[in-house]
């Protein structure tokens, strides 16, 4: 200062002024310094007394001091102690102007001491991030230019008396314990340009006096617990370039005129708190602003599209988790504002209102983009196809909108893309396959949508953590490429879909893996041994397919195990001991599966709730609270004899019981009232006009999974709405599976079979539909009428599909008779008598009033005398004839189809229906079988007719 005025008094020539100038620097600066008052061995007194109070000294920083409290034991003059500096001319020349001891992990209590007042010269004091605790040491030299108490453990209020050092520059406290309000005093540190305060325990308000504090140009107030609303008079700090106070408790609103007097402000970060109201339109006068961070507030109304025009130096415009809105183009004018800013590297507006269109001018941002997101908003429209221009984007958030259309193919051309986030929305197509160019992409996420088509091999070459594919609809195999990304270490999830085909063994590659899930799809195989190679693995889930075999042994591999799901399988053999011996698994779900013999006791199959075997019949033993038959030692010869005397026996009562029961069964065909056989649904007309392939996709949601009804050997079956004469009607739409072979020749059988049958224990055909699908292939589906109540499996296995209830006795002589007709009528048709050849349970559907319906006449044939109206043509189609335990004998030796076959399937179905036993049930031993059990009464069903 004194020079600064020299040069005024020479650039004025004023000689007089310049001499008296340097005159009073004579006085000031060049006098010895003993004249001044104080001298060096009062600053080393002062520094040894602070000495005094630290314990822990673990880097021996303060050996060149000298022992505690021993001045005469310093090894080195006081200007040579470790990170001390002094002056080194006029009064301050060996004087301490600075003590320096951050960063060297000293401890101890320096509460109440006043030592450093007396160090006159002391202009900087840093001892941040050590581990002092207490209070402030108070009262300080006035002369304090730079105060640096930061990450330590200083406890209590914030001192008043920080107030009286006029000369203060910084004021830096951050990270420790303060408590208590932010005193107003402060406002009087009029010389200060930074106050940081950060992360402390502060509360109360910020005060208004901070506003006297012209010369600021950092405030940092962040994370504390201070509430009320941003002083207006913060916002008349011209000088201000960082205005940090997130992490509190405040609430109001920004004032309108926010920006209007900050020409300066790089930096507004007013993120979590509890702020409203909209955001000023004030800010676009802060040209210089590079930093807008407001998330995490409930700031409302639309974002100014001004931001993009006026803020030239914008990089990060951070506006998440408020309640901004967006409802038409005009609302998303900020978007094209943005593309003006050509440092912008971050925006994010997720978890807001948005609605209406996303712009194209998103493709438009600055090619340095680095983060985008606009997730968990309504936003619809499509991806821009020029989303490839953000060449430098890091992470692209997207999810959880109303987005259409595909995935653009030039994703691929995102080379530093490593979090690609597109879930929740209704993105359709293929997964392009020029994802594999994304060669640092970690983690990608598309599920809930309706992405369809196989998974492309090339995403093998993307160094995956995390894959997320659950819930589209994806046909074909897992490809094995992807099982081989050995990066996969989070998830790998593909559960919900219609994939096929094995699991690969490159599963076996997934060394790092935690979880996978493969749940909801139609693979088939034995599950691969390669997977105890997963030693990584915590979650397996693989329920829902139609794996088969036994539990590979390897699974016990897996130390760290903790949840294993096969349920709903078709897999076989006994229950491995070794899932008794794993140590950390705590859930395991094998139920609905083949499993034969002994339910284990130990490890976690003695905690009930923690495993599930239910719907395996021939599973016995294990704890009591499974309520499990014993197991006994049929297995020997003698108890085997013994077994089959007891079945002989349970058989001839059958039998008996049968007799009864075709009594009744006349009796009832002979009394019983008519009741609603057909539905007075009438979809379509008699000339049975066919919808197109666009209408049955709408109707079931695009062929949603959750509108999945059934999987039969040719295709599969959805329920959908559909429209007739301006009401909603339910329907059943069967879609065929043309890459089966005999696909094609089941859906003309069923086509010529109902095409002419009219009868009301049949399914009702309302419709066909011949076309085209979305990918060029051929496409053939059959509408019928919805029926309600499922199909007779269901009722007769109640335990295998979650139902509480069964059938009573009169419902099941109810629909024996109804099928019985059914098949009276077939048998009887004329010009020529149809033959079901597949009669069973799953065949069976019952409507609202529980009146049976037979239906999938895929294989039905029309027979006359050995001339076939319907030809047996050479195919897979041609040699099926039925589903093994239901179909006729004879059928096996390669018998043309008739309608004793019929009446044979006819015969296991009523046995069943009263017995509740499958054919196939393990209860039956050797030739005790439930056929043999039908055979005897054969003949007697033949001649029923009703």
């Given at each position: 200062?004194?020079?600064?005025?020299?040069?005024?008094?020479?650039?004025?020539?004023?000689?007089?002024?310049?001499?008296?100038?340097?005159?009073?620097?004579?006085?000031?600066?060049?006098?010895?310094?003993?004249?001044?008052?104080?001298?060096?061995?009062?600053?080393?007194?002062?520094?040894?007394?602070?000495?005094?109070?630290?314990?822990?000294?673990?880097?021996?920083?303060?050996?060149?001091?000298?022992?505690?409290?021993?001045?005469?034991?310093?090894?080195?003059?006081?200007?040579?102690?470790?990170?001390?500096?002094?002056?080194?001319?006029?009064?301050?020349?060996?004087?301490?102007?600075?003590?320096?001891?951050?960063?060297?992990g000293l401890a101890g209590a320096i509460a109440g001491s006043s030592s450093l007042s007396t160090l006159t010269y002391l202009r900087r004091l840093d001892l941040s991030q050590n581990r002092l605790h207490g209070g402030i040491p108070l009262p300080l030299p006035p002369s304090l230019e730079h105060l640096n108490l930061s990450h330590n453990a200083l406890q209590g209020p914030v001192p008043p008396e920080l107030g009286s050092l006029c000369y203060l520059h910084m004021l830096n406290l951050r990270y420790n314990n303060l408590t208590g309000s932010i005193p107003?005093?402060?406002?009087?540190?009029?010389?200060?340009?930074?106050?940081?305060?950060?992360?402390?325990?502060?509360?109360?308000?910020?005060?208004?006096?901070?506003?006297?504090?012209?010369?600021?140009?950092?405030?940092?107030?962040?994370?504390?617990?201070?509430?009320?609303?941003?002083?207006?008079?913060?916002?008349?700090?011209?000088?201000?370039?960082?205005?940090?106070?997130?992490?509190?408790?405040?609430?109001?609103?920004?004032?309108?005129?926010?920006?209007?007097?900050?020409?300066?402000?790089?930096?507004?970060?007013?993120?979590?708190?509890?702020?409203?109201?909209?955001?000023?339109?004030?800010?676009?006068?802060?040209?210089?602003?590079?930093?807008?961070?407001?998330?995490?507030?409930?700031?409302?109304?639309?974002?100014?599209?001004?931001?993009?025009?006026?803020?030239?130096?914008?990089?990060?415009?951070?506006?998440?988790?408020?309640?901004?809105?967006?409802?038409?183009?005009?609302?998303?004018?900020?978007?094209?504002?943005?593309?003006?800013?050509?440092?912008?590297?971050?925006?994010?507006?997720?978890?807001?209102?948005?609605?209406?269109?996303?712009?194209?001018?998103?493709?438009?941002?600055?090619?340095?983009?680095?983060?985008?997101?606009?997730?968990?908003?309504?936003?619809?429209?499509?991806?821009?196809?020029?989303?490839?221009?953000?060449?430098?984007?890091?992470?692209?958030?997207?999810?959880?909108?109303?987005?259409?259309?595909?995935?653009?193919?030039?994703?691929?051309?995102?080379?530093?893309?490593?979090?690609?986030?597109?879930?929740?929305?209704?993105?359709?197509?293929?997964?392009?396959?020029?994802?594999?160019?994304?060669?640092?992409?970690?983690?990608?996420?598309?599920?809930?949508?309706?992405?369809?088509?196989?998974?492309?091999?090339?995403?093998?070459?993307?160094?995956?953590?995390?894959?997320?594919?659950?819930?589209?609809?994806?046909?074909?195999?897992?490809?094995?490429?992807?099982?081989?990304?050995?990066?996969?270490?989070?998830?790998?999830?593909?559960?919900?879909?219609?994939?096929?085909?094995?699991?690969?063994?490159?599963?076996?590659?997934?060394?790092?893996?935690?979880?996978?899930?493969?749940?909801?799809?139609?693979?088939?195989?034995?599950?691969?041994?390669?997977?105890?190679?997963?030693?990584?693995?915590?979650?397996?889930?693989?329920?829902?397919?139609?794996?088969?075999?036994?539990?590979?042994?390897?699974?016990?591999?897996?130390?760290?195990?903790?949840?294993?799901?096969?349920?709903?399988?078709?897999?076989?053999?006994?229950?491995?001991?070794?899932?008794?011996?794993?140590?950390?698994?705590?859930?395991?779900?094998?139920?609905?599966?083949?499993?034969?013999?002994?339910?284990?006791?130990?490890?976690?199959?003695?905690?009930?709730?923690?495993?599930?075997?239910?719907?395996?019949?021939?599973?016995?033993?294990?704890?009591?609270?499974?309520?499990?038959?014993?197991?006994?030692?049929?297995?020997?010869?003698?108890?085997?004899?013994?077994?089959?005397?007891?079945?002989?026996?349970?058989?001839?009562?059958?039998?008996?019981?049968?007799?009864?029961?075709?009594?009744?069964?006349?009796?009832?065909?002979?009394?019983?009232?008519?009741?609603?056989?057909?539905?007075?649904?009438?979809?379509?007309?008699?000339?049975?006009?066919?919808?197109?392939?666009?209408?049955?996709?709408?109707?079931?949601?695009?062929?949603?999974?959750?509108?999945?009804?059934?999987?039969?050997?040719?295709?599969?079956?959805?329920?959908?709405?559909?429209?007739?004469?301006?009401?909603?009607?339910?329907?059943?739409?069967?879609?065929?599976?043309?890459?089966?072979?005999?696909?094609?020749?089941?859906?003309?059988?069923?086509?010529?079979?109902?095409?002419?049958?009219?009868?009301?224990?049949?399914?009702?055909?309302?419709?066909?539909?011949?076309?085209?699908?979305?990918?060029?292939?051929?496409?053939?589906?059959?509408?019928?009428?919805?029926?309600?109540?499922?199909?007779?499996?269901?009722?007769?296995?109640?335990?295998?599909?979650?139902?509480?209830?069964?059938?009573?006795?009169?419902?099941?002589?109810?629909?024996?008779?109804?099928?019985?007709?059914?098949?009276?009528y077939l048998h009887q048709y004329r010009p020529a008598p149809i033959v079901h050849c597949d009669l069973k349970p799953s065949n069976i559907l019952l409507d609202n009033d529980m009146v049976a319906h037979v239906g999938d006449f895929g294989l039905a044939r029309f027979v006359d005398h050995g001339q076939h109206s319907l030809p047996d043509i050479s195919s897979g189609w041609a040699t099926i004839r039925g589903t093994i335990g239901y179909a006729a004998p004879e059928y096996g030796l390669g018998n043309k189809v008739s309608i004793y076959g019929d009446t044979y399937s006819f015969g296991v179905l009523l046995l069943e229906i009263f017995t509740g036993k499958?054919?196939?049930?393990?209860?039956?031993?050797?030739?005790?079988?439930?056929?043999?059990?039908?055979?005897?009464?054969?003949?007697?069903?033949?001649?029923?007719?009703?």
């Amino acid at each position: 200062m004194e020079w600064h005025g020299y040069r005024h008094c020479r650039r004025r020539h004023h000689h007089h002024c310049s001499v008296l100038l340097m005159v009073v620097y004579l006085l000031v600066d060049v006098l010895p310094a003993s004249l001044a008052s104080g001298s060096t061995g009062d600053d080393a007194r002062a520094l040894m007394q602070f000495r005094s109070l630290i314990t822990e000294d673990p880097y021996r920083a303060l050996v060149s001091w000298g022992g505690r409290g021993n001045l005469s034991a310093s090894p080195a003059p006081l200007c040579g102690w470790h990170g001390v500096t002094c002056g080194s001319r006029g009064r301050r020349r060996g004087r301490v102007t600075a003590l320096d001891l951050s960063r060297l992990g000293l401890a101890g209590a320096i509460a109440g001491s006043s030592s450093l007042s007396t160090l006159t010269y002391l202009r900087r004091l840093d001892l941040s991030q050590n581990r002092l605790h207490g209070g402030i040491p108070l009262p300080l030299p006035p002369s304090l230019e730079h105060l640096n108490l930061s990450h330590n453990a200083l406890q209590g209020p914030v001192p008043p008396e920080l107030g009286s050092l006029c000369y203060l520059h910084m004021l830096n406290l951050r990270y420790n314990n303060l408590t208590g309000s932010i005193p107003a005093s402060l406002g009087n540190l009029t010389s200060l340009t930074v106050l940081s305060l950060t992360s402390n325990n502060l509360s109360g308000r910020i005060p208004g006096a901070l506003g006297k504090l012209r010369a600021l140009t950092g405030l940092y107030l962040n994370g504390n617990m201070l509430k009320g609303s941003i002083p207006s008079s913060v916002f008349n700090l011209s000088s201000l370039q960082h205005l940090v106070v997130q992490l509190n408790n405040l609430t109001g609103t920004l004032p309108p005129s926010a920006g209007d007097r900050l020409p300066l402000l790089k930096l507004l970060s007013v993120d979590s708190n509890q702020l409203h109201g909209a955001i000023p339109v004030s800010l676009c006068n802060s040209s210089n602003l590079e930093v807008v961070q407001m998330l995490e507030n409930s700031f409302s109304g639309f974002i100014p599209d001004c931001l993009g025009i006026h803020l030239k130096n914008l990089w990060a415009l951070i506006l998440d988790f408020n309640q901004l809105e967006a409802n038409s183009n005009s609302d998303w004018r900020f978007m094209d504002s943005l593309t003006n800013c050509s440092n912008l590297k971050v925006v994010g507006v997720s978890w807001n209102k948005m609605g209406g269109l996303l712009p194209g001018s998103t493709a438009n941002l600055s090619t340095s983009m680095e983060f985008f997101s606009i997730g968990f908003n309504m936003v619809h429209g499509q991806i821009p196809q020029g989303i490839g221009n953000l060449v430098n984007i890091n992470m692209l958030y997207m999810y959880q909108n109303n987005l259409t259309g595909t995935i653009p193919d030039s994703i691929g051309k995102l080379k530093k893309l490593s979090n690609l986030y597109l879930y929740g929305n209704n993105l359709s197509g293929k997964i392009p396959a020029t994802i594999g160019n994304l060669t640092v992409l970690s983690r990608l996420s598309l599920e809930e949508n309706m992405l369809t088509g196989s998974i492309p091999s090339s995403l093998g070459s993307c160094p995956l953590e995390t894959l997320d594919l659950q819930n589209n609809r994806f046909t074909g195999p897992i490809p094995k490429e992807v099982l081989q990304i050995s990066t996969l270490s989070t998830s790998a999830n593909f559960q919900g879909n219609m994939l096929t085909g094995s699991l690969p063994s490159e599963v076996g590659d997934l060394k790092n893996l935690q979880t996978l899930d493969v749940s909801g799809n139609r693979l088939t195989g034995e599950i691969p041994a390669s997977l105890g190679n997963c030693q990584i693995l915590q979650y397996c889930i693989m329920k829902r397919n139609f794996f088969q075999g036994e539990i590979p042994s390897s699974i016990g591999q897996l130390k760290g195990l903790l949840g294993l799901d096969l349920s709903r399988n078709n897999l076989s053999g006994r229950i491995p001991d070794f899932l008794g011996d794993m140590k950390g698994i705590e859930g395991l779900d094998i139920s609905f599966n083949n499993f034969q013999g002994e339910v284990p006791k130990r490890g976690i199959f003695l905690n009930a709730s923690a495993f599930s075997v239910e719907g395996n019949i021939g599973l016995c033993g294990g704890i009591p609270e499974l309520k499990l038959p014993p197991c006994s030692n049929y297995i020997s010869t003698t108890n085997k004899r013994s077994h089959k005397l007891v079945m002989a026996t349970s058989i001839a009562f059958a039998i008996l019981g049968i007799s009864l029961l075709i009594a009744l069964f006349v009796f009832f065909c002979q009394t019983r009232n008519s009741r609603k056989g057909e539905h007075a649904l009438l979809l379509i007309s008699d000339q049975h006009v066919r919808v197109s392939y666009t209408e049955l996709v709408t109707s079931t949601n695009g062929f949603a999974s959750e509108n999945l009804v059934g999987v039969g050997s040719f295709g599969s079956v959805y329920k959908g709405t559909m429209m007739s004469n301006e009401e909603e009607v339910v329907v059943a739409v069967k879609v065929l599976n043309l890459q089966q072979r005999g696909a094609s020749q089941s859906f003309v059988a069923e086509c010529e079979t109902l095409r002419c049958a009219r009868h009301r224990n049949l399914v009702k055909i309302l419709t066909v539909c011949s076309s085209i699908d979305s990918r060029g292939l051929d496409f053939k589906a059959i509408v019928f009428d919805f029926l309600p109540n499922g199909n007779l499996h269901q009722w007769l296995h109640p335990r295998e599909h979650g139902n509480q209830t069964g059938l009573s006795l009169i419902q099941r002589i109810n629909i024996a008779i109804d099928v019985a007709s059914a098949l009276e009528y077939l048998h009887q048709y004329r010009p020529a008598p149809i033959v079901h050849c597949d009669l069973k349970p799953s065949n069976i559907l019952l409507d609202n009033d529980m009146v049976a319906h037979v239906g999938d006449f895929g294989l039905a044939r029309f027979v006359d005398h050995g001339q076939h109206s319907l030809p047996d043509i050479s195919s897979g189609w041609a040699t099926i004839r039925g589903t093994i335990g239901y179909a006729a004998p004879e059928y096996g030796l390669g018998n043309k189809v008739s309608i004793y076959g019929d009446t044979y399937s006819f015969g296991v179905l009523l046995l069943e229906i009263f017995t509740g036993k499958r054919p196939t049930d393990a209860d039956f031993a050797q030739d005790l079988s439930l056929h043999r059990l039908e055979f005897g009464v054969r003949r007697m069903f033949q001649q029923i007719a009703c």
